[in-house]
């Protein structure tokens, strides 16, 4: 069984930085590609970055790029999420994800069949 943990999450002021974990159990971590998604209160999900098994490949959504910074820890089974210049914008719950093996599609939700429980980020001064 597959355990996606998100850590990090909470309360920081405008202009602030914040990083995400998430703690990945349950198979060949290496293997995978990984996620990061978020959700705003009454909207869908969307898309924020990836990045593939080998940490080699980086996506990102274009409304982070430049402030988002996904990267991984492949013999400690994690992934981050840094985030610079947070704005209110980004109030959000960030979720990780990992990748199926072989889909081609980084920005989908469908390509991705574990979930965590997600992080609450909060901007606010």
């Known amino acids: 069984q597959v355990q996606l943990v998100e850590s990090g999450g909470g309360l920081v002021q405008p202009g602030g930085s914040l990083r995400l974990s998430c703690a990945a159990s349950?198979?060949?971590?290496?293997?995978?590609?990984m996620g990061w998604f978020r959700q705003a209160p009454g909207k869908e999900r969307e898309f924020v970055a990836a990045i593939s098994w080998s940490g080699e490949s980086t996506y990102y959504a274009d409304s982070v790029k430049g402030r988002f910074t996904i990267s991984r820890d492949n013999a400690k089974n994690t992934v981050f999420l840094q985030i610079h210049s947070l704005k209110q914008g980004d109030t959000v719950i960030y979720y990780c994800a990992q990748k199926v093996l072989y889909g081609t599609n980084w920005y989908s939700l469908g390509e991705y069949d574990y979930w965590g429980q997600g992080t609450q980020v909060t901007v606010s001064s």
């Open positions: 349950g198979r060949t971590f290496s293997s995978y590609a």
